[in-house]
């Protein structure tokens, strides 16, 4: 869905604790930059809230009853016009988020977030980031698979170390090139022969990584 240029970006949020998701929707539309359209307690009610409201962003708490958020993401991210997702998580990760990891959901986000810093990472993912919560990467690095590098690759170039600072910060394509002045599509090609030389599987795993790194 295309939004116009000040248009709210619109959330499907999934949870199975009506208070949360009512909590986090009042924190979500306050700056009104972000609209909550729809709400599911478990993974069949998010599907079928995305295929309704054909949202922006969606954020998903994988612990959830019936089909579950983390089937649901399995399905969701395999679309081929699936919006951004995040998982929302305790600091106790659960096993869970290794799963979400492969599949390719483009954020990790903790439910005890700041409020500004949720509502920006809302922002970034519909921007086309990839959003960490940094208290959590040293959580994740070890869930990659096999065992991540202690240092970058030393073959990377200057333009890729500046791209992967980029994606470690959760920029989008469209924010790296305008602080480098490259076009999208280059960046785009810059971040596929990164996921190439990290053996990443999607810009997330790079972000990680590079977290991981000091980047």
Same mark, same amino acid.
Request: charged share 25%.
């Given at each position: 869905?295309?939004?116009?240029?000040?248009?709210?970006?619109?959330? !499907?949020?999934?949870?199975?604790?009506?208070?949360?998701?009512?909590?986090?929707?009042?924190?979500?539309?306050?700056?009104? =930059?972000?609209? !909550?359209? #729809?709400?599911?307690?478990?993974?069949?009610?998010?599907?079928?809230?995305?295929?309704?409201?054909?949202?922006?962003?969606?954020?998903?708490?994988?612990?959830?009853?019936?089909? #579950?958020?983390?089937?649901?993401?399995?399905?969701?991210?395999?679309?081929?016009?699936?919006?951004? =997702?995040?998982?929302?998580?305790? /600091?106790?990760?659960?096993?869970? !988020?290794?799963?979400?990891?492969?599949?390719?959901?483009?954020? /990790?986000?903790?439910?005890?977030?700041?409020?500004?810093?949720?509502?920006?990472?809302?922002?970034?993912?519909?921007?086309?980031?990839?959003?960490?919560?940094?208290?959590?990467?040293?959580?994740?690095?070890?869930?990659?698979?096999?065992?991540?590098?202690?240092?970058?690759?030393?073959?990377?170039?200057?333009?890729?170390?500046?791209?992967?600072?980029?994606?470690?910060? #959760?920029?989008?394509?469209?924010?790296?090139?305008?602080?480098?002045?490259?076009?999208?599509?280059?960046?785009?090609?810059?971040? =596929?022969?990164?996921?190439?030389?990290?053996?990443?599987?999607?810009?997330?795993?790079?972000?990680?990584?590079?977290?991981?790194?000091?980047?």
């Amino acid at each position: 869905m295309n939004r116009g240029e000040h248009a709210a970006v619109r959330v !499907v949020l999934a949870d199975d604790e009506p208070l949360m998701r009512a909590g986090l929707r009042t924190v979500l539309e306050v700056g009104r =930059s972000v609209r !909550v359209v #729809g709400e599911a307690d478990d993974g069949d009610a998010l599907l079928a809230q995305v295929d309704r409201h054909r949202p922006d962003v969606v954020l998903v708490d994988v612990q959830m009853p019936g089909g #579950g958020g983390l089937a649901a993401l399995r399905t969701l991210c395999a679309r081929p016009d699936a919006p951004p =997702s995040a998982v929302l998580t305790t /600091f106790d990760l659960d096993e869970y !988020v290794t799963e979400a990891l492969r599949i390719g959901v483009q954020g /990790f986000l903790l439910k005890d977030a700041e409020p500004d810093a949720l509502v920006r990472a809302v922002l970034d993912l519909a921007a086309g980031g990839a959003v960490l919560d940094p208290r959590i990467t040293a959580r994740l690095l070890p869930r990659l698979d096999g065992r991540p590098p202690a240092r970058p690759p030393t073959e990377l170039t200057l333009r890729e170390q500046q791209v992967l600072r980029g994606l470690a910060a #959760g920029e989008p394509n469209a924010a790296i090139g305008a602080r480098l002045g490259l076009a999208p599509a280059t960046v785009k090609k810059y971040v =596929s022969a990164l996921l190439v030389k990290l053996g990443a599987e999607n810009r997330v795993q790079a972000a990680l990584l590079a977290q991981g790194w000091g980047m």
